[in-house]
């Protein structure tokens, strides 16, 4: 069972674009909500995080919006830059456990 | 460099060997988590350490698993008679809190021919 749901799979964006790459959870218990940017041959890297307890944060060009009501949450890059072009995972925990559950990524490539 | 760090980068090896790999966390983090990823998928947990405690374990951590945090820094996950389906990124994350920010290493990547 696929607590976290991801979508697109894939996602190509002009430069000074917005990417938006979706998630949905089911696990209700889940109460922390991580996004995750991954280089290949590399680690992934915490871009930003966020708690139930509001319905966005921003760092930068990185924005999450959550919504409760509706299991789901997202990721905004604003402007999006070459160098943005990555894999990106989100991720979330809680519910008695420590462990992250991520979905499955999304590959953004941005064109120039 | 302060982040997590993890030795080798790299190993291939035959089945049947056995593996071991290491994982520094960041130095005041006292939980530790090991993970693996395959291609094109997200990582997988596999354990959880709090200080020298194994707290928690993947399904996916088979008896020929093992992992340690002998005195709550370093850790080893150790993996014996490799399999070829054992072949993908071992990731090490450590944190300062349970429900909190977990930093990732640069990934053991493990190919069992």
């Known amino acids: 069972q696929q607590q976290v749901k991801q979508s697109p799979q894939s996602l190509i964006v002009q430069k000074g674009g917005i990417s938006i790459i979706n998630c949905a959870y089911e696990?209700?218990?889940?109460?922390?909500f991580p996004w995750y940017q991954q280089f290949p041959g590399k680690g992934p890297a915490l871009l930003i995080a966020?708690?139930?307890?509001?319905s966005e944060k921003k760092e930068g060009r990185f924005t999450i919006s959550f919504n409760k009501s509706a299991k789901q949450f997202s990721l905004h890059i604003m402007d999006s830059q070459p160098g943005d072009s990555a894999t990106y995972f989100c991720?979330?925990?809680?519910?008695?456990?420590?462990?992250?559950?991520f979905g499955k990524g999304t590959k953004l490539s941005v064109i120039p | 460099d302060t982040g997590v760090s993890q030795d080798p980068r790299h190993k291939i090896t035959k089945r049947g060997q056995n593996v071991t790999f290491r994982c520094d966390p960041i130095?005041?983090?006292?939980?530790l988590y090991w993970y693996r990823q395959t291609l094109g998928q997200g990582p997988e947990f596999l354990t959880y350490?709090?200080?020298?405690?194994?707290?928690?374990k993947s399904r996916l951590l088979s008896d020929r698993f093992s992992a340690e945090r002998p005195k709550g820094s370093f850790s080893t996950l150790e993996i014996q008679r490799t399999e070829q389906g054992d072949s993908a990124m071992y990731l090490c994350?450590?944190?300062?809190?349970?429900?909190?920010?977990?930093?990732f290493g640069p990934g053991t990547r493990l190919l069992v021919l």
């Open positions: 994350a450590s944190s300062s809190r349970g429900y909190g920010d977990q930093y």
């Open positions: 696990n209700t218990a889940f109460d922390y």
């Open positions: 966020i708690r139930p307890d509001v």
């Open positions: 991720a979330a925990n809680g519910a008695g456990s420590y462990q992250l559950t």
């Open positions: 130095s005041e983090h006292n939980r």
């Open positions: 350490f709090q200080n020298e405690a194994q707290l928690e």
